[in-house]
Nanobody
Framework: QVQLLESGGGLVQAGGSLRLSCVAS?????????MEWYRQAPGKQREKVAG???????NYVDSVKGRFTISRDNAKNTVYLQMNSLKPGDTAVYYC????????????????WGQGTLVTVSS
């Protein structure tokens, strides 16, 4: 099973920036395909913020376009989310997700989730 570990959350003032990281690791051979960032604000449903394919094609939810940038380092099995011009409405727990293939006795396709990292934007 592939584990995902996020880091980089914290408290920032409106207008500030944060960079989230998420690294995938596992005991067996695996290949990461699409990687995504989601967020869940208190009392709201989880929403997809951004996604990136293994080839580097990115997509964003309209509310973060022009402010957030998703990128990845395939050699490090890591995805990043650079968040600029943060707003109080960006306050949420941010989760990364990854679709992957894992080679064990067979080839397993699965989706993994991180435990989340809290981003708080003060006004």
């Amino acid at each position: 099973q592939v584990q995902l570990l996020e880091s980089g959350g914290g408290l920032v003032q409106a207008g500030g920036s944060l960079r989230l990281s998420c690294v995938a690791s596992g005991r067996t051979k695996f290949t990461i395909n699409d990687m995504e960032w989601y967020r869940q604000a208190p009392g709201k449903q989880r929403e997809k913020v951004a996604g990136i394919t293994s080839g580097g094609s990115a997509n964003y939810v309209d509310s973060v376009k022009g402010r957030f940038t998703i990128s990845r380092d395939n050699a490090k099995n890591t995805v990043y989310l650079q968040m600029n011009s943060l707003k109080p409405g960006d306050t949420a727990v941010y989760y990364c997700a990854a679709d992957y293939f894992e080679w064990t006795d067979t080839i397993v396709a699965a989706r993994g989730w991180g435990q989340g990292t809290l981003v708080t934007v003060s006004s």
